[in-house]
């Protein structure tokens, strides 16, 4: 079976610096799809960014960006330019290939990311 | 476009009671789930459906029941509420064979047993 860590429980950093979440996830199969979901004090779920095996390219969006290493399956979240909004929860999240009723998805346990001003 | 719809928000209810927690999707999306938020554990799958009359348990189904009742309503049942069921619970949607695709999630309920 799966499994996704996250091995920062919480995290600070100060306004406009760079911070860097950890994710390393367990897997034998060779295709499949990594996600992070923010979550504010609103609860809501939000995805930042999202990853397909098998694209050698990390996927960027805007001041968010990935480091994606196969090999060693480690799928770290980058965020430049640190803002107050971006104080939240996030989650990593792994997904296989869909196939008919197995579809599920697993999520790490979370990194709370606390912005100094 | 209001996406995935759960109700209540919250609830509270005393050990033994029991409820039923809806989920509505409007994107016609295959697969639905059902997640239970704790401090330090992440989201838990409890149950999820991969179309309308199919249903599976995740990692912590016990005390549970869902009923995919159309594409649409997914919903989840505690029939002897518990103290350790007290959480945050949340409805997903996807569609289904389209990997790349992220989960569409409602607001969740907070769900408190005295």
């Known amino acids: 079976a799966q499994t996704v860590t996250q091995s920062q429980p919480e995290m600070s950093v100060q306004e406009a610096e760079t911070v860097t979440l950890s994710c390393t996830y367990d897997?034998?199969?060779?295709?499949?799809?990594l996600f992070w979901y923010k979550q504010p004090p609103s609860r809501q779920m939000i995805l930042v960014i999202r990853?397909?095996?098998?694209?050698?390219q990390n996927a960027t969006e805007n001041r968010f960006s990935v480091n994606f290493q196969k090999a060693a399956k480690s799928f770290s979240l980058k965020i430049s330019d640190s803002q107050l909004g971006d104080a939240a929860m996030y989650f990593c999240?792994?997904?296989?290939?869909?196939?008919?009723?197995?579809?599920?998805?697993?999520f790490g346990k979370g990194t709370r990311l606390h912005i100094l001003p | 476009n209001a996406g995935v719809t759960q109700t209540p928000k919250f609830q509270v209810l005393k050990t033994g009671q029991s409820m039923t927690l809806q989920c509505a999707q409007d994107?016609?999306?295959?697969?639905m789930y059902w997640y239970r938020q704790d401090p330090g554990m992440g989201l838990r799958l409890i149950y999820y459906?991969?179309?309308?009359?199919?249903?599976d348990k995740g990692e912590v189904p016990n005390g549970y029941n869902v009923s995919r009742l159309n594409k649409r309503e997914f919903s989840l049942r505690l029939e002897s509420a518990a103290p350790s069921q007290t959480s945050v619970y949340f409805c997903?949607?996807?569609?289904?064979?389209?990997?790349?695709?992220?989960?569409?999630f409602g607001d969740g309920t907070r769900l408190s047993i005295l």
């Open positions: 459906s991969a179309s309308e009359g199919t249903t």
């Open positions: 897997t034998s199969e060779s295709d499949y799809y």
């Open positions: 997903a949607s996807n569609k289904q064979g389209m990997g790349n695709q992220p989960q569409h």
């Open positions: 994107m016609n999306h295959n697969s």
């Open positions: 999240a792994y997904r296989s290939v869909p196939l008919n009723r197995d579809d599920k998805i697993i």
């Open positions: 990853q397909e095996a098998y694209k050698q």
